[in-house]
């Protein structure tokens, strides 16, 4: 359960009820919440996050050690789980203080092995739009592929497309490095 990007430590573990006033600070602004959670309404709070664990499935949060000390610094789910079929990674948010660090690509790593090894589904997907650039960098990064795209409008009333990503358990272990 555990990586280390940099000098520093990172690991995994459930989201406790106690990190989740943490991970509503993880969007710093109305857009990035919109692109990590459509559905809440800006400033994320607890009760928002706590409204959607019956339906989600294996909320995740990545941790940072230093000097003994744990931090939450990642969080991310299944927002959609279907057994033996397929899920949809949801909620992708790292700490705004602590981002291109490679925290994403530990919990989208961590995510994806689970989905492949655990839960040993043959696929995964993950909804994300079409201005989110650095999401999607970081799906590319990881093997994703475009295989949809839909029109969404935002909250503000701007129309915006949705990109729809895949990826399948054989490519993955094919094609992807190892997590550091
Ligand atoms: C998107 C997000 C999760 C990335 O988190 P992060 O920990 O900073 O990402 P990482 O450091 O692991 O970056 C991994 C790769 O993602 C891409 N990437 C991440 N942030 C980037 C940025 N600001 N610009 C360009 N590429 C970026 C790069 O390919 C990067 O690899 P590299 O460092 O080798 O270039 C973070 O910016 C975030 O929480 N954004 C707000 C919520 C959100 O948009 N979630 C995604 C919903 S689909």
């Known amino acids: 359960m555990s990586g280390s990007p940099s000098h520093t430590v990172l690991s995994y573990r459930p989201l406790a009820d106690a990190d989740i006033a943490t991970i509503c600070g993880f969007a710093r602004n109305a857009e990035e ?22 339906i989600r499935r294996d909320p995740t949060v990545v941790t940072l050690t230093e000097e003994g000390r744990e931090r939450v610094v990642g969080y991310a789910n299944y927002a959609t789980f279907e057994e033996e079929r397929t899920a949809s990674i949801g909620n992708v948010s790292v700490d705004p203080a602590l981002r291109r660090r490679g925290i994403a690509d530990y919990l989208v790593r961590t995510m994806i092995d689970r989905a492949f090894d655990h839960h040993r589904l043959p696929e995964l997907t993950l909804y994300c739009f079409s201005t989110n650039t650095p999401a999607l960098l970081l799906y590319a990064k990881l093997g994703m592929v475009p295989i949809a795209l839909e029109t969404r409008v935002t909250p503000w009333g701007d129309p915006i497309a949705l990109f729809k990503l895949r990826m399948d358990r054989v490519g993955w272990r094919s094609a992807a490095p190892v997590a550091a």
């Not at 919440?33 to 019956?54: C, E, G, I, K, M």
Request: no cysteine.
């Open 33 to 54: 919440l919109y692109f990590l959670f459509p559905r809440a309404v800006w400033p994320l709070t607890p009760d928002q996050v706590r409204a959607t664990l019956s």
